[in-house]
């Protein structure tokens, strides 16, 4: 069976609390990522994804230049050990409707796996890439 750990994008990215969303989103594409980790005095904190900028940034007209990224997080982050079965992940993730899970080893981040991940792991398990 295969794990989470093998399918997870790491090291985990992350930005300071005091950036503000501008920074963020422009960090998440400058690396082509969907989430990033919020950090305070290097500790993770929180979580921003895609989801957050468009529904609480732009659908909530807020200033990308002036909102703090902590203003738009959620400081809870749900997570799974790196050595579960991914299907476990998937199916986490389908009941929670959530498209990003943190993925921790002995209780400290390690990757994030995204349904990006999720795909990438059935195309391979079904061969569709043939």
Do not use: C, W
Request: aromatic share 6%.
């Amino acid at each position: 069976m295969d794990e989470i750990g093998d399918f997870m994008s790491s090291p985990v990215l992350t930005v300071d609390s005091e950036s503000t969303v501008q920074e963020a989103a422009q960090f998440m594409h400058l690396h082509n990522i969907g989430s990033v980790i919020i950090n305070k005095f290097d500790k993770p904190i929180g979580i921003v994804t895609e989801k957050h900028l468009t529904q609480k940034v732009v659908a909530g007209r807020l200033n990308p230049d002036t909102t703090v990224i902590t203003e738009i997080m959620d400081d809870e982050m749900p997570t799974m050990d790196r050595y579960l079965p991914i299907d476990e992940a998937n199916e986490f993730m389908h009941k929670n409707k959530i498209r990003h899970l943190v993925i921790t080893e002995e209780e400290k981040i390690v990757g994030m796996l995204s349904v990006k991940d999720l795909v990438g792991y059935y195309t391979k398990s079904f061969k569709m890439d043939e």
